[in-house]
């Protein structure tokens, strides 16, 4: 119903683009976990099944291997104890014991869904998902962040055919999670700002419809503030369409501009930088959240503060990126930089739509202590400490994550905007 919708919605859009899908369903409801069997044969899977979990999802969704097997599938099996971080290893892992099956159901969220994803790109199989928390807006993603050599990089994948994601098994999700799925949607807040300065500055893409999706897909996650970290089968429902209708328009713009800004790229410096020290990282919604805040306070100070009149070419200091990457990350950074994306832009352009920017900014993106206590009540960290990022290691994320992509952020034009920074203060300290 609710893709049919979408679809509907899309057709004909007067940004001149087809919004397309793979993805066939999207089934969220009750009683979900025991029409498994018969949902993948409605959508047409193949018997021979390689089903990738790890310990807590299948204690979650108890009984589906059976229920898979009493179902007519031949269940094969790939069980993780606890799968953090999507490594190119287990992309290879999903691989090898893929090579025997006809299919991939990934059950659990974030990166056991992300080497799926990018297996069943790879072996050009059907693929899945049953859902255990809503825990991030990836569902219906085609790209997988897949980490190599400590840096985490957006790779081709696989859309599901089709997500499965019974409401009692998400209600039943630890609170933690939840609140890290209302981190991911809040995010979206900056995105749909960073996406129209990119669109101002250098002419990139946009679509205002696909944005309005995303931003239906954010309110109706916004109005269940308060109970997202309640055991409500309801209320898990609705923050589980959101997030698999952000993740849709991902796809209907064939970039993740609908569902992230800056702020992912700040979680994605510092999970970068922990990795490269052998240092678990927290959940990706978790730190996401955090770093929406500490991007919001950048963004109104910039427009409350910036003046055109000073605005000139781009001043950054390469040497101190390059040291605040370190020796690991250099290669990768200097690929990402050359040539970097503010060649695209010119500080008159900048003079010229800053009102505009603002406006964005001003639209977009509620006052930061709106925002702080949003992600209070619903139970989500909204400092550096909590999760267990260092003042360091926080200050430099926020000041050298612009590096790490080819891509136009409004934190990526500071060094053209020539105004006062003040990253402490941003960062809440
Ligand atoms: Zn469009
Ligand atoms: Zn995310």
Known sequence: MLLQNLLQKMQNCPCGRAHTVDLEGVEIGRGVLDAAADLLHTYRFPDDLLVVADRNTLLATSGILEHLERGGFCVRTLIYDDLRTAHRRDVERVLAKLGNAQAVLSVGTGSLNDICRRAAFLADKPFAILATAPSMDGFASDTAPITDNNFKKSMPARQPRLILADTDVLAASPAVLKSAGYGDMIAKYIAMADWRVAALTIGEYYCPQVAELTRDALQRVVALTDKVTQSDPKTAEAIMEGLVMTGIAMKFCGSSRAASGAEHIVSHFWECRKLEQGLP?????????????????????????????????????????????????????????????????????????????????????????????????????????????????????????????????????????????????????
């Not at 100070?301 to 101190?320: I, K, M, V």
């Not at 990457?325 to 010119?346: E, H, K, L, Q």
């Not at 993106?365 to 960290?381: K, Q, S, T, Y």
């Not at 612009?402 to 053209?416: A, D, F, I, Q």
């Open 281 to 429: 990282s927290d959940f990706h919604g978790r730190k996401v959240g955090v770093a929406t805040l500490m991007i919001a306070r950048m963004y109104h100070d910039l427009c409350a503060h910036a003046d055109p009149e000073r605005f000139g070419a781009d001043s950054t200091d390469w040497n101190r990126v390059y040291a605040a990457y370190g020796p690991g990350f250099a290669d990768d950074v200097r690929r990402c930089n050359s040539p970097t994306v503010t060649d695209d832009t010119t500080p008159e352009i900048l003079r010229e739509n800053w009102d505009a920017i603002c406006a964005a900014v001003r639209e977009e993106i509620p006052a930061p202590d709106v925002l702080e206590d949003l992600l209070r009540r619903a139970g989500a960290p909204t400092t550096a400490q909590e999760i267990d990022v260092s003042p360091a290691l926080c200050l430099a994320g926020l000041e050298y994550h612009p590096y790490m992509r080819h891509r136009m952020l409004l934190s990526r034009l500071v060094p053209m905007l020539q105004c006062r920074t003040d990253y402490p203060k941003w960062a809440g300290m």
